[in-house]
């Protein structure tokens, strides 16, 4: 049974596993470079910042969804709040992809 969580338990697996990018700026560049397999924007991130990345990601062809709040992603990885993460693993964002949709 999956729930509505899982995806964010699954974030500190990623995290641990070093393949998550947190943060504006550098999710951004992985998203320039190409380096990620899909992004997550927090649902009380700015609508400018909701702009901006869903534009980059759509231009650069990378998936990304809206979900959660900084809180609970933060919480999920063990830091304070975040705004955006990026996935660099592919196998992980496929994952995190088949709980969220």
């Known amino acids: ?13 990623i995290y641990r ?6 943060g504006e700026e550098l999710v951004v560049k ?5 380096k990620l397999s899909l992004v ?3 649902e009380d991130a700015s609508d400018n910042t909701k702009k ?3 534009d980059k990601c759509s231009y650069y062809k990378i998936p990304f969804f809206i ?6 992603i933060g919480q999920a990885i ?3 709040g975040r705004v955006v993460i990026g996935i660099e693993d592919p196998g992980f964002a496929n994952k995190i992809r088949s ?3």
């Open 67 to 72: 979900r959660g709040d900084r809180e609970a």
């Open 99 to 101: 709980i969220i949709e």
């Open 40 to 42: 997550i924007i927090s």
């Open 52 to 54: 901006k990345l869903s």
């Open 17 to 22: 596993a070093g393949k998550l990018v947190t």
């Open 78 to 80: 063990g830091k304070a």
């Open 30 to 34: 992985a998203v320039q470079k190409q």
């Open 1 to 13: 049974m999956t729930g509505k969580t899982d995806w964010l338990n699954l974030l500190g697996l």
